[in-house]
């Protein structure tokens, strides 16, 4: 079994910063790409930024410029710094990853989210 937990959302004023971590943790081979997402009130889950094995990064557009992720992998963890945070930001931020098990079948799992709330 493998579980992704998330950590480090909350509440910021507008140009705040918030720094979110996920672990992956149990019968894990490897890794392959890590993700972050987000679903706000009313709209579909929307990619926010995702790291391949190799450190390859992609970003929403809307992100670009403010979000960073990066990964530890002998921690199997991923990160996204955010900064200059916008109302817009505000959503449940949901961590994903592709992940090689022990016994050889890769799956995609999620966590289980972390509310990021961006307001004055």
């Known amino acids: 079994q493998v579980q992704l937990v998330e950590s480090g959302g909350g509440s910021v004023q507008p140009g705040g910063s918030l720094r979110l971590s996920c672990a992956a943790s149990g019968s894990i081979f490897s890794i392959f790409a890590m993700g972050w997402y987000r679903q706000a009130p009313g709209k579909q889950r929307e990619l926010v930024a995702a790291v391949t094995g190799d450190g390859s990064t992609n970003y929403a557009d809307s992100v670009k410029g403010r979000f960073t992720i990066s990964r530890d992998n002998a921690k199997n963890t991923v990160y996204l710094q955010m900064n200059s945070l916008k109302p817009e930001d505000t959503a449940v931020y949901y961590c994903?990853?592709?992940?090689?098990?022990?016994?050889?079948?890769?799956?995609?799992?999620w966590g289980q989210g972390t509310q990021v709330t961006v307001s004055s």
């Open positions: 994903n990853a592709d992940i090689r098990l022990r016994y050889g079948a890769t799956l995609n799992y």
